[in-house]
């Protein structure tokens, strides 16, 4: 029988582009719809999902990895048990190059905790890093999160070229963030899309896109997720819109996906 857990990873080819309020508002939204959610912190070495909640763990992935703690031990529920965060280390740098035996140990270690939930969320560091591809490579979904800047549409293009080239990924889904509208939204992904499709054949699904909103900085200092400071505002309702999907996909995926390993390494390409 397959497991009910999807995992999806957030990842951007550039910082700044509001990728980990992304991630943490999306679970945050589908806990509240009644889902079972975790949010893992992948971003070793600059952790920052503990800040934006306003939380101190007493643990975190790096502990685990070392075995000075259990998993179980270092995750911080949010709202219950069923929506929680598994926090990272900041200030690490050895983490931020993480090696085939540290990332086979740690998948040992998170399995049996990541089958009792719904969805498990990967907020990975920005860049092509090694260990930026290897979360990237564990998931069954991978989200760019984008801006309408073309910084972010150049970098995010050589995000995917990576990851196609040494792991032989295709699907990617792309989430316009910051936008003015959803016209601008479009044509920010069209001409990434564009460009994947011309020089990789590879065609980029638009997931959807989160209009700017003042309600979001202001959800930052007070280190709420907007879904609970503001959960009417535009930038929420976009949310809710792309939490909706992701649990239209999670259905649909788990009919072909069959029996795996919720993260599951992709091999190298030669």
Same mark, same amino acid.
């Given at each position: 029988?397959?497991n009910t857990?999807?995992?999806i990873a $957030?990842?951007s080819g550039?910082g700044?582009?509001?990728?980990?309020?992304?991630?943490?508002?999306i679970?945050?939204?589908?806990? /509240?719809?009644g889902?079972?959610?975790?949010?893992?912190?992948?971003? $070793?070495?600059?952790?920052?999902?503990? +800040?934006?909640?306003?939380?101190?763990?007493?643990?975190?992935l /790096?502990t685990?990895?070392l075995g000075? #703690?259990d998993?179980t @031990?270092?995750?911080?529920e949010? @709202?219950?048990?069923?929506? =929680?965060? $598994?926090? #990272? =280390?900041?200030g690490?740098?050895?983490l931020t190059?993480?090696?085939?035996e540290? *990332? @086979?140990l740690?998948? =040992?270690?998170?399995?049996?905790?990541?089958?009792k939930?719904d969805?498990?969320f990967?907020?990975?560091? #920005?860049?092509?890093?090694?260990?930026?591809?290897t979360?990237? #490579?564990?998931?069954s +979904? *991978?989200?760019?999160?984008i801006?309408?800047?073309?910084t972010?549409l150049t970098d995010?293009y =050589? $995000?995917?070229?990576?990851?196609?080239?040494?792991?032989?990924?295709?699907?990617?889904?792309?989430?316009v963030n910051?936008?003015?509208?959803?016209?601008?939204?479009k044509?920010?992904?069209d001409?990434?899309a564009?460009?994947?499709k011309?020089?990789?054949?590879?065609? %980029? +699904?638009?997931?959807?896109? +989160?209009r700017?909103?003042?309600?979001?900085?202001e959800?930052?200092?007070?280190q709420?997720?907007?879904?609970?400071?503001?959960p009417?505002s535009?930038?929420?309702?976009?949310? /809710?819109t792309?939490?909706?999907r992701?649990?239209r996909i *999670?259905?649909?995926?788990l @009919?072909?996906?069959? %029996? *795996?390993?919720?993260?599951q390494p992709?091999?190298?390409q030669?």
């Open positions: 029988m397959a857990t999807l995992s $957030l990842l550039k700044g582009v509001g990728k980990t309020n992304m991630s943490l508002n679970a945050c939204a589908l806990h /509240q719809m889902f079972k959610t975790l949010l893992m912190d992948c971003d $070793l070495g600059l952790a920052n999902l503990d +800040v934006l909640l306003g939380i101190t763990p007493e643990g975190n /790096q685990a990895l000075e #703690a998993i @031990d270092v995750l911080c949010i @709202d219950g048990q069923d929506f =929680a965060v $598994l926090p #990272a =280390a900041s690490v740098p050895e190059e993480l090696q085939p540290a *990332r @086979d740690l998948l =040992a270690r998170l399995e049996p905790v990541l089958h939930y969805f498990v990967m907020d990975i560091g #920005a860049g092509i890093s090694g260990t930026v591809q979360f990237a #490579a564990m998931a +979904v *991978r989200i760019v999160v801006t309408p800047e073309p972010s995010s =050589a $995000l995917i070229k990576v990851l196609n080239s040494r792991y032989g990924l295709r699907d990617f889904m792309v989430l910051q936008a003015t509208s959803q016209a601008e939204a044509s920010s992904f001409k990434l564009g460009a994947c011309h020089f990789l054949h590879i065609e %980029p +699904v638009l997931l959807g896109h +989160v700017s909103d003042k309600k979001l900085p959800a930052v200092c007070l709420k997720p907007l879904m609970v400071h503001a009417g535009p930038a929420a309702q976009d949310l /809710q792309l939490a909706g992701l649990q *999670r259905l649909g995926m @009919d072909w996906l069959g %029996p *795996r390993n919720i993260l992709m091999p190298i030669e």
